[in-house]
């Protein structure tokens, strides 16, 4: 089993929601986050005489306005069968791509064990979700 960790922008939740069932995978967690990433822009950028919130309202504007702030996103989790990862990471890539920073991350880590709180067994097919 592997968890896969999608940060993406936040007006491109519904079309994520929407492309991971067609896919075949409706089930997930999604929380409110803010962020940024590692990138830096220098800082004399901003003395060209452009508002911020001119330029946020775009994704290349929300880049270069980030120095400083942290922007609102959103953290998808899911834990799939192993098999299940690839097409999950292309489903995620191609409905966020917008080909700018800040379109996302996606991360994919092992779950070594789970457990159904319910009763407490050990859970082994990732199916039973």
């Keep these: 089993m592997k968890e896969i960790i999608a940060v993406i922008r936040s007006n491109k939740l519904s079309r994520t929601k929407r492309a991971l069932s067609d896919a075949g995978f409706p089930a997930y ?3 409110k986050v803010m962020g940024r990433g590692k990138k830096v822009i220098d800082p004399t950028f901003f003395q060209l005489g452009i508002e911020e919130e001119e330029l946020s309202s775009t994704p290349v504007g929300e880049f270069l306005t980030s120095v400083s702030r942290l922007i609102s996103k959103r953290l998808i989790t899911m834990i799939v069968a192993d098999e299940h990862v690839m097409t999950i990471v ?5 409905a966020n791509s917008e080909g700018n920073p800040g379109d996302g991350k996606i991360f994919v880590l092992p779950v070594i ?3 159904r709180i319910r009763d407490g067994a050990k859970e082994t097919d990732i199916d039973e979700y």
């Design 90 to 94: 292309d489903t995620l890539i191609e």
């Design 113 to 115: 064990e789970d457990y």
């Design 29 to 31: 967690t999604c929380r």
